[in-house]
Structure formats: structure tokens, C-alpha cells
């Protein structure tokens, strides 16, 4: 049987179009190991871990507004991908931007937070005979 050559044509092309996946090769996509490798660790050990990534990529994380951010990935037979820029972008969207003033938005109080100030409050009003 005879090799036959394939043309990737801009229907086929993985690296054409807008895909999350297309857009993460265009940008020179790696394992998690690899690009964990570039990124320095904020808890003292030299570099960020690749199950950092995975779960970054899984589980998200929760910003400063509320939402879950998920780390942009894709998986392939022989294990999941990423690039730094979605690493870039991940944590940019973690990071509070701060208002024209210069001050930094506030950070959205959790429900606990949220539910002990109203019971503080609700036993102020009761106090003063609200």
C-alpha cells in the first residue's frame, strides 16, 4: 500500500480557526511540566509544580470577583497541554485591577464573612429596638 501525503487544508488544520486548543498551539502549546518550569514558585520551592497546573486546568481557582477561572488546556494521548500565555492569562484574571483612583477593588467577603455581619447586624437592630 502506498504512503500517501497528506495536506493539511484550512478545514483540517488544528492550528487554523479560534478553537481554544487551535489558539494554545499557535501560541507554542507544552506539557504541564514544561511550562510549570518556567514559572518561579511563591512558596519557596524552585518552580511551580505540574499538578499545580492540572489542577489550576480541572478545578480552577476562585478570583477576587467571585467567579471560577480555569487554567486553558488541552489533552492529547500523551498527556495534557497548555502554553505560558494561557498561564499568563489565567493568572490575570486572578489578579484585582485596580480602580482609576489607584485603590485596588475589594475583595468580595465569603458567605460565612457575609452571614456573621448580618447576624451582628440583626443583633445591633434588636439592640436598639429596630
Known sequence: MPATEHHASPDTNPTVGNSPTARLLREDAGSFATIARQIPAARGSSRLSPSTLFRWHKTGVVAP?????????????????????AVIRFLDQ???VPLTDGSARPTPRSPAVRRKAAEHAARECERLGL
Open 94 to 96: 486572578l489578579t484585582p
Open 65 to 85: 470577583d467571585g467567579r471560577r477561572i480555569y487554567l486553558e488546556a488541552f489533552r492529547t494521548p500523551g498527556g495534557y497541554r497548555t502554553s505560558l500565555a
